[in-house]
């Protein structure tokens, strides 16, 4: 049950809602690390601009999957970091498990390889 002033936000998750929440879930980042930690791990396919990230981190913030979190020392006073929470955790558990039944779907129908019929 979310609390009146958290706003959930909906299943499926957005593309850079997910991978902001993968990023996060080995700790704590400022957005800049957060663009260059999605665009490292999937390769350039998904490459986040200032506005996108910001955007999904405000709505994130407000469903409470993410919290700001105070700076390490002696680190620019611009920068903003932010920690996942556990309904962050769950939401991106729910939507890992979510693409993991899609993509045995996929299989089940030959459409990616993988999957052996028994007979």
């Known amino acids: 049950m979310t609390s009146p002033n958290r706003t959930p936000l909906q299943a499926p998750l957005s ?11 080995d700790g704590d980042a400022h957005g800049y690390a957060l663009i260059q ?11 986040l601009t200032a506005s996108t990230l910001y955007a999904a981190v405000k709505r994130m913030l407000a469903a409470g999957w993410i919290a700001e979190v105070k700076k390490p020392a002696n680190e620019d006073p611009r920068r903003r970091y932010y920690r996942i929470t556990p309904a962050g955790r769950d939401a991106a558990r729910v939507e890992a498990a979510r693409l993991e039944r899609l993509t045995v779907m996929a299989r089940e129908r030959r459409l990616l390889p993988g999957v052996r019929r028994a007979r």
């Open 15 to 25: 593309t850079p809602v997910f991978q902001i929440l993968l990023s996060l879930v």
């Open 37 to 47: 930690d999605i665009r490292r791990r999937t390769d350039g396919e998904v490459s």
